[in-house]
């Protein structure tokens, strides 16, 4: 049976005391019949990316009625923090939202106001697809996960944890690299940072999630909600590959 948004993220608001690793894909330039071809490969979530990559905002709701269809439940990562384009992003119906560069409690409030329809939010409402498909209204808010991936979003992380309407933290580990000066994701002193946000959000009931993108930062991730695995472009250069070395191996032999 299909998995509705807002029972998406109520079970994982449930489930903070020990959560399961659900895994994604972040997709950047996926097409709905793209979506369509990953049917059966038992992918837990959907990450749209507006932040980087291909898509725009129009592209949100043809791949949420692929997904919806399939019970894929879907998050958007957005580009910024704009109330407007915020609530046109949850107009057309996702689980929530992933919004980069969270760096303050004060942002995240800032954020709580824009996601949140009153009396806990100013998000208006209207008829958008989210309220003919049963993802809008005070039962069906959506996720709010701010993302920790700076020096000073880390600073800040259980603070950014503690606010009233927040879900949860995401990490970026690779622009968290990049702000703590080191060269790659798995350096250990990334890993500590991403352990100290994860910790933050779990010291506050909240959820976690991260983009991985590598093996080997997977391997020293302490428990997690939400992993999203890779990017469509690096699964499919990944899954062009290994068939095209397939085929090799069996015309040599």
């Known amino acids: 049976m299909p998995l509705s948004p807002h029972t998406f993220a109520d079970a994982l608001r449930e489930s903070t005391g020990g959560p399961p690793a659900l895994l994604g894909l972040w997709a950047g330039f996926l097409t709905p019949f793209g979506l369509e071809a990953l049917r059966g490969t038992d992918l837990d979530w959907l990450g749209i990316d507006l932040q980087h990559g291909a898509l725009e905002p129009q592209d949100v709701p043809p791949l949420l009625r692929v997904a919806d269809a399939s019970g894929t439940p879907v998050l958007v990562r957005v580009p910024s923090h704009d109330a407007a384009l915020l609530a046109r992003v949850l107009d057309a119906g996702p689980a929530g939202v992933i919004v980069p560069a969270v760096e303050s409690a004060e942002q995240a409030a800032a954020l709580v106001r824009a996601v949140r329809h009153p ?10 697809r989210a309220s003919l498909t049963g993802g809008a209204g005070p039962a069906a808010e959506p996720l709010l ?3 920790v991936e700076t020096a000073e979003g880390l600073r800040h992380a259980a603070a950014i944890a503690s606010v009233p309407g927040v879900d949860g933290l995401f990490a970026g580990p690779y622009d968290l690299a990049l702000s703590l000066g080191r060269r790659a994701a798995d350096d250990p002193a990334v890993i500590a940072a991403i352990r100290q946000a994860l910790d933050a959000a779990r ?12 093996i080997a930062l997977a391997a020293h991730l302490p428990p997690v909600h939400l992993v999203a695995a890779d990017t469509d472009a690096a699964a499919l250069r990944a899954g062009v590959r290994h068939t095209l070395d397939t085929f090799r191996t069996a015309l040599d032999g």
Request: hydrophobic residues 30%.
């Open 119 to 128: 009396p806990y939010g100013a998000r208006s409402t209207g008829l958008t």
């Open 145 to 147: 996960l701010p993302m």
């Open 203 to 214: 010291q506050h009931g909240r959820i976690g999630g991260l983009f991985a993108g590598n």
